[in-house]
């Protein structure tokens, strides 16, 4: 599904990603984890273009899409791959229903009927349907980060990709994203994700990478990463994060 090949990522002296070779099977659930600063973040931003590689290449179902290519090839995978953040970025002045229905009415040309139908399906789905004419301001921090989810949704992506997406949440709403999340990853979403919710990476992720000083420092099944990791650095970091 998504590959990148010798992926070197700098900005002027700082190289912050160091020749990073990785492929996303469909329907896979891959869940990044390191320490901040490691460069996970950027590696999530190459593999949907929001940010193109010093060198190497990313490719899309084997086509390259990173580099000189033509526009086409860069807008049409945005449409394949979403993207939700640690801040929700919905737009204010917009309900939730207007939030969710904007892009796939201006980039997918939906009618505004097939889009709000869609729409309305999404958040029946997450038991947010009686908030569609609220105002994000109206709205608690999960349950924002739950319409930015669905918004993601709407675009009906191939791939989602998170970025720390409860970091920003006061700890009694974290569970409720992660459920969502959760669904996702049994409905069989391909989904990649940069997250510190170790409990998540545990009980749904497929592979787990270890990244560090922007490199794929190790990358196995959860069970081995958190019970048998080869790399002293991986076991100094989980031993950190899961007993302090």
């Known amino acids: 599904m998504i590959e990148l090949h010798n992926v070197k990522k700098s900005y002027g002296d700082n190289t912050v990603l160091k020749n990073i070779n990785l492929k996303v099977n469909d329907g896979e659930v891959v869940v990044i984890i390191g320490p901040s600063g490691s460069g996970k973040s950027t590696l999530l931003r190459q593999m949907n273009l929001l940010e193109q590689p010093t060198s190497g290449d990313v490719r899309v179902d084997g086509q390259i ?28 002045h917009y309900t939730v229903l207007e939030n969710i229905t904007h892009a796939p009415k201006k980039v997918r040309h939906l009618d505004k ?14 038991g947010l349907i009686d908030k569609k004419d609220s105002y994000p301001a109206s709205l608690s921090g999960g349950q924002q980060q ?16 998170f970025d720390e997406p409860t970091s920003a949440l ?23 994700v940069v997250t510190h919710e170790m409990g998540f990476a545990k009980q749904v992720g497929d592979r787990v990478l270890f990244v560090d000083d922007g490199q794929i420092l190790e990358e196995d099944t959860p069970e081995e990463i958190f ?13 950190k994060i899961l007993y302090t």
């Open 113 to 126: 009927e097939d889009a709000e139908k869609l729409a309305l399906h999404l958040l029946g789905q997450i």
């Open 227 to 239: 019970s048998h990791a080869k790399e002293a650095r991986t076991r100094s970091f989980i031993s």
């Open 170 to 192: 006061d700890p009694e709403m974290v569970e409720e994203v992660l459920k969502v999340m959760k669904d996702l990853a049994k409905s069989g979403m391909t989904m990649v």
């Open 65 to 92: 899409v990173s580099g000189k290519v033509k526009p086409e090839i860069v807008r049409k995978t945005h449409e394949k791959i979403g993207m939700v953040f640690q801040k929700f970025n919905l737009f204010p």
């Open 146 to 161: 739950r319409i930015a989810i669905i918004r993601a949704l709407a675009m009906q992506p191939e791939v989602l990709l």
